[in-house]
């Protein structure tokens, strides 16, 4: 079973800043969160991961609390082609004999609107 | 670089019948793992590859299997097919085990 919770869906109007949340209340303390989406009828495409500093790319923000029981992801300017399934993941860190295996939830359908 | 291609992207299989799926990784990853996604179950884990060797696998009946070849390439197979297994199957590599997963564009089953 996923290790996380995500809201179903969340609206978004283009070009402000989504904030997508995810509870991973058991988290392990060598555990990474992993952020992933999923674009209607393509592959899955990473996007960030952190484990407990906060993180930022060319594409989003990772917040992680200071507990590490939940983290957001921040699209800082959202456009129409954000719209997507964003999966929050935990993931076991290297070394580990599971590390490459991903367990995904039902992630949260971001729907961005002009 | 190219990405993860994935061969067919789509067919049309009877019950019964088996289905050999192909994977090409990105030039230069060694690890190569599977995925089936359903409207139901969403994104399960298959199984995983690195050089050659099965590293781990998920809990799928014996009728799913796989293999990884020497150039990396892997293949997974699905005999005795059920209705219930028509899915989108991706395939994702990454350099070595534990590193960014990249994903493919899957190859989309359906079975009747």
């Known amino acids: 079973d996923a290790k996380t919770t995500q809201p179903t869906s969340m609206d978004c109007a283009e070009g402000r800043a989504a904030n997508l949340p995810c509870n991973h209340s058991t988290i392990s303390g060598n555990e990474y969160v992993y952020w992933y989406r999923q674009i209607h009828s393509q592959g899955p495409q990473y996007i960030i991961h952190?484990?407990?500093n906060n993180e930022t790319n060319e594409m989003a923000s990772l917040i992680i609390t200071e507990d590490r029981k939940s983290s957001t992801l921040i699209l800082p300017h959202a456009t129409l082609r954000d719209t997507a399934v964003y999966y929050c993941i935990v993931r076991v860190p290297h070394g580990s004999s599971n590390t490459g295996k991903l367990i995904f939830g039902q992630g949260t359908t971001l729907q961005v609107k002009p | 670089k190219a990405g993860v291609t994935q061969t067919p992207r789509y067919l049309i299989k009877t019950r019964g019948q088996q289905v050999t799926l192909s994977c090409s990784p990105i030039s230069g990853h060694r690890s190569v793992s599977w995925y089936q996604q359903t409207p139901g179950q969403g994104l399960q884990f298959l199984f995983e590859y690195f050089s050659e060797t099965q590293r781990n696998k998920g809990n799928f009946p014996g009728r799913f299997s796989g293999r990884q070849f020497s150039n990396s390439r892997s293949e997974m197979n699905v005999s005795t097919l059920e209705l219930g297994d028509s899915a989108l199957y991706l395939c994702?590599?990454?350099?070595?085990?534990?590193?960014?997963?990249?994903f493919g564009e899957g190859s989309r089953l359906t079975v009747l």
């Open positions: 952190g484990l407990k």
């Open positions: 994702a590599s990454s350099e070595g085990v534990g590193g960014e997963l990249f």
